[in-house]
């Protein structure tokens, strides 16, 4: 009769323990990942949540208008469907992806190859500013033989102007 | 009947100008001057034939002729008078009759002025001008006619020019309306400006292939066309600033300026022009870059019309409706045969280009030009990539994409900066020669007072980085161009004696292009802190509220009042309106209302904002949506906008500066030939 009610208690200690130690991982978890259990359980997400989403999102139809300011009806339906995806407690990557993956990168703020759109001007500026550089070199060449002459008497002003200036101002002086 | 006489008008006009072209050609070729002389006058002749075209165009939008296709798309009968007239530019075939009568009103302009020192640039004026003159009304007579009428035949109702056999007038009983978008008071003055802006620049090109053809390639062209591309900058300017303030005020976004294609569109020519601006300066005073000034007046052109382009064919929605827009192809086929010949033509003349003196230093005034005219080729670039992107993705990849605010954004507001802190150097800069000691000693002044004003900014406003090099860069602008006027001003009153207000007045006066220009400088800072405060600052929220209940965002607090419906039907309007209390730290500042307005007969929402505007910050709110049942609840979304108020102070100065430069100078004309001897002898006039 004592051996199984002992034998009781045991598994109820055993159990005890194992509930304990879920109990630590699961607070652990939630230590870990806060944002997912907060919006798993967390009220309905706010406008603003809502627009910091759609602010970076423009629709297919309204073009170069951002999402979170589109007066559509499809907008706001759009943003209707973040705040319900928010809820589900989706990420922000998670709702982009969505989106793209139901209409296109086009829905992006910027091409979703960066490399591509930044190196075509990137390259040409670079390259504009070589000819000027070449150019520069081009131009000063032939001066350089007499510089120190140039140095001497090409004082700051060759501009008749500023010479005029500086002349007024020193008189003054 | 009237819709076929405008149409019987702008055909006569198109065969006008093309007459014009022809003659003057033939004239300049067999040496004819009565030939010439005839062109002339027919170049004469377009413009009061476009402004009858015109005329009978108005007529027929302000007496509700909706049988015509153009008035029945772009007015209804609610619309007010005002709103009748300006919609003559609401729509593609209008507007292109516009573009070209105010492109016509230029050329008489210029035909009227005296030729006598010119003559040989005459002919090719007026063969360029006349020719994309020509080309426009084309549009309108071959493609876009604003003067086709419904027919009703078998296949259905449809825009005829001529009346089909089988065909009855059909006369809608309503028209469908002006975008809501577009009834706004901004919209009298925004295109107009914009298109002023446009047609101008074809002033300065058609002198630049004038002293290409003539072979006159000295800097004549320039001189004579200096006032003319400066007014083009002017109003390419203005209607800028005007659409970005009426963006502001209607598209209820919270800003003023979205990177939309179309924008970037109308921006462009002006970055070429702007460029060209500084760089003629080069030419005229150091008869160097002569090349290079050539192919920025030819790009201005070309972006000019890519403009008028991009925004009139519907490419930039898509290449499918590129192919579908029967103008595409011909505005992509004219832009590359202007460009082609241009091109050609500098190279034909590439010998008689050649620079008269040589680059001495790289701080040299004329260096730093070339600074500020890579700049402003590089935002050109990524404007122009990030426009044509999106097309070339989807011709290449058919994947579409968009190129939205944060590219742009990215890419230029380090060149952005450059051109700022080049705009506080160059001033102090000499031409032919500077060096970094004489530069040194005019900026160390201003420099340091720029830094103390960044220190004292870091810990009463912000600790930003980009923000505080961004009002350094202002300030060191400002400091430096107050600090140059100064020293000029000072020289005055101690030689002639003058008292300091008198002395800056004269100064102006005397040097009206150098310090128009600095006032430009300074009101272009004066934006540039506006454009700082609403892209570094700008906050946000929205939300839903009850009546009585409260949001805040910063230090506001916005009570919901109450809303109210009503229709307004003479003009056609529902207006839903809401008003809200408004607080700052508890102290009552007074009510906002922001409306949404329904428009019947184009079945649009407008989101009008309701706006309180100090020189600190804008408040800006929007009525997002309300629900009509039990009309408890609304959502707003409200902005503060910080220091968004100097930009539209900045471009009240801009204008001004602008107006200074460009007064036409009494002795202007006389000035090469009389004042050369004088100049040493007198003070001011030296330096312009």
């Known amino acids: 009769m004592n051996k199984p009610r002992r034998l009781q208690i045991t598994n109820y200690r055993a159990a005890s323990h194992w509930g304990k130690l879920l109990l630590a991982l699961l607070t652990a978890f939630a230590f870990i990942f806060p944002i997912q259990t907060a919006l798993a359980q967390g009220p309905t997400p706010t406008d603003d949540e809502v627009n910091r989403i759609a602010k970076q999102l423009y629709c297919p139809v309204c073009e170069s208008t951002p999402l979170d300011v589109c007066p559509t009806e499809a907008c706001r339906q759009w943003r209707d469907l973040i705040r319900t995806m928010l809820a589900e407690g989706k990420s922000e990557e998670e709702i982009q992806q969505y989106f793209v993956a139901q209409y296109g990168a086009r829905v992006l703020a910027e091409p979703p190859n960066r490399l591509a759109t930044y190196l075509v001007p990137?390259?040409?500026?670079?390259?504009?500013?070589?000819?000027?550089?070449?150019?520069?070199?081009?131009?000063?060449?032939?001066?350089?033989?007499?510089?120190?002459?140039?140095?001497?008497?090409?004082?700051?002003?060759?501009?008749?102007?500023?010479?005029?200036?500086?002349?007024?101002?020193?008189?003054?002086? | 009947m009237i819709a076929n006489f405008g149409f019987g008008v702008l055909l006569i006009t198109f065969f006008v100008a093309l007459y014009s072209v022809f003659a003057a050609i033939y004239g300049e070729r067999r040496q004819l001057p009565s030939m010439v002389e005839s062109a002339r006058r027919a170049m004469l002749l377009t413009w009061p034939l476009l402004t009858l075209a015109s005329l009978v165009l108005i007529y027929l939008l302000v007496n509700n002729h909706y049988e015509v296709q153009f008035v029945y798309e772009v007015t209804s009968r609610s619309m007010p008078m005002y709103l009748k007239i300006t919609a003559w530019w609401g729509g593609q075939a209008g507007s292109l009759l516009f573009w070209s009568w105010l492109m016509a009103a230029f050329t008489s302009l210029v035909t009227l002025r005296k030729w006598d020192r010119d003559r040989e640039f005459l002919p090719w004026v007026i063969v360029v001008a006349c020719a994309t003159m020509a080309f426009f009304i084309g549009m309108n007579v071959f493609f876009e006619n604003p003067f086709a009428q419904l027919y009703q035949t078998f296949q259905g109702v449809s825009a005829y020019t001529l009346k089909p056999a089988d065909g009855i007038l059909f006369t809608p009983e309503d028209g469908r309306g002006l975008n809501p978008l577009l009834r706004h008071p901004g919209m009298?003055?925004?295109?107009?400006?914009?298109?002023?802006?446009?047609?101008?620049?074809?002033?300065?090109?058609?002198?630049?292939?004038?002293?290409?053809?003539?072979?006159?390639?000295?800097?004549?062209?320039?001189?004579?066309?200096?006032?003319?591309?400066?007014?083009?900058?002017?109003?390419?300017?203005?209607?800028?600033?005007?659409?970005?303030?009426?963006?502001?005020?209607?598209?209820?976004?919270?800003?003023?300026?979205?990177?939309?294609?179309?924008?970037i569109a109308a921006f462009m020519p002006w970055l070429t022009g702007t460029a060209f601006l500084h760089s003629v300066m080069i030419q005229e005073k150091r008869g160097m870059l002569k090349h290079w000034n050539m192919l920025l007046i030819i790009l201005t052109y070309a972006l000019v019309i890519f403009g008028t382009f991009l925004t009139r064919s519907g490419v930039l929605s898509s290449v499918h409706s590129f192919a579908q827009s029967a103008i595409g192809p011909l505005f992509f086929a004219f832009i590359g045969f202007t460009l082609i010949t241009s091109v050609a033509l500098i190279i034909y003349r590439w010998s008689s280009l050649k620079s008269e003196t040589e680059m001495t230093s790289v701080l040299s005034r004329e260096a730093l030009f070339l600074f500020n005219n890579l700049l402003f080729m590089s935002i050109l670039v990524v404007c122009f990539w990030g426009v044509i992107f999106p097309l070339i993705s989807e011709l290449f990849t058919g994947q579409k994409v968009t190129v939205g605010p944060p590219f742009y954004e990215r890419a230029t507001s380090p060149l952005f900066g450059g051109l700022m802190l080049?705009?506080?150097?160059?001033?102090?800069?000499?031409?032919?020669?500077?060096?970094?000691?004489?530069?040194?000693?005019?900026?160390?002044?201003?420099?340091?007072?720029?830094?103390?004003?960044?220190?004292?900014?870091?810990?009463?406003?912000?600790?930003?980085?980009?923000?505080?090099?961004?009002?350094?860069?202002?300030?060191?602008?400002?400091?430096?161009?107050?600090?140059?006027?100064?020293?000029?001003?000072?020289?005055?009153?101690?030689?002639?004696?003058?008292?300091?207000?008198?002395?800056?007045?004269?100064?102006?006066?005397?040097?009206?292009?150098?310090?128009?220009?600095?006032?430009?400088?300074?009101?272009?800072?004066?934006?540039?802190?506006?454009?700082?405060?609403?892209?570094?600052?700008?906050?946000?929220?929205?939300?839903?509220?009850?009546?009585?209940?409260?949001?805040?965002?910063?230090?506001?607090?916005?009570?919901?009042?109450?809303?109210?419906?009503?229709?307004?039907?003479?003009?056609?309007?529902?207006?839903?309106?809401?008003?809200?209390?408004?607080?700052?730290?508890?102290?009552?500042?007074?009510?906002?209302?922001?409306?949404?307005?329904?428009?019947?007969?184009?079945?649009?929402?407008?989101?009008?904002?309701?706006?309180?505007?100090?020189?600190?910050?804008?408040?800006?709110?929007?009525?997002?949506?309300?629900?009509?049942?039990?009309?408890?609840?609304?959502?707003?979304?409200?902005?503060?906008?910080?220091?968004?108020?100097?930009?539209?102070?900045?471009?009240?100065?801009?204008?001004?500066?602008?107006?200074?430069?460009?007064?036409p100078e009494k002795e202007a004309e006389r000035v090469p030939v009389k004042a050369r001897v004088r100049v040493p002898q007198k003070q001011t006039s030296a330096a312009d």
């Open chain 1, 122 to 173: 990137a390259v040409a500026i670079l390259l504009g500013a070589f000819l000027l550089f070449r150019g520069f070199q081009m131009w000063m060449k032939p001066v350089t033989a007499d510089e120190d002459e140039t140095e001497q008497t090409a004082k700051p002003a060759q501009d008749p102007y500023v010479a005029r200036l500086e002349e007024e101002l020193k008189k003054q002086k």
């Open chain 2, 188 to 263: 009298i003055i925004h295109p107009p400006m914009l298109y002023l802006g446009f047609v101008a620049y074809v002033i300065p090109y058609a002198f630049a292939m004038a002293a290409l053809i003539t072979g006159r390639t000295d800097d004549r062209w320039i001189r004579l066309t200096r006032r003319w591309s400066l007014w083009a900058w002017l109003f390419l300017s203005f209607g800028l600033v005007l659409g970005g303030r009426w963006a502001y005020d209607v598209l209820g976004w919270g800003g003023y300026w979205g990177w939309d294609p179309v924008e």
């Open chain 2, 422 to 663: 080049l705009m506080g150097i160059a001033p102090l800069s000499a031409w032919g020669h500077s060096t970094v000691k004489t530069l040194g000693r005019a900026l160390w002044k201003p420099a340091i007072a720029a830094l103390l004003i960044t220190v004292v900014l870091f810990f009463t406003y912000t600790q930003r980085v980009g923000a505080l090099i961004g009002f350094f860069l202002v300030a060191f602008v400002i400091l430096v161009t107050i600090y140059e006027y100064w020293r000029g001003a000072y020289a005055r009153q101690r030689s002639q004696g003058e008292n300091v207000l008198t002395a800056f007045w004269n100064l102006t006066g005397r040097n009206r292009r150098r310090y128009g220009g600095y006032i430009i400088h300074i009101s272009m800072m004066l934006m540039a802190i506006g454009i700082l405060g609403i892209e570094m600052f700008q906050m946000e929220t929205q939300g839903t509220l009850q009546q009585g209940q409260t949001i805040s965002l910063g230090n506001y607090e916005l009570t919901y009042r109450e809303v109210a419906q009503w229709d307004d039907l003479p003009s056609g309007v529902n207006y839903r309106r809401a008003v809200l209390d408004v607080h700052e730290d508890g102290e009552y500042l007074g009510q906002l209302a922001p409306r949404i307005d329904y428009y019947y007969d184009s079945q649009q929402n407008m989101t009008i904002p309701g706006q309180r505007s100090t020189m600190r910050d804008d408040l800006y709110v929007l009525l997002v949506d309300w629900e009509p049942v039990g009309a408890s609840g609304a959502t707003f979304k409200i902005y503060i906008n910080p220091l968004v108020n100097w930009l539209w102070l900045g471009s009240f100065l801009f204008l001004a500066g602008v107006v200074i430069a460009a007064w």
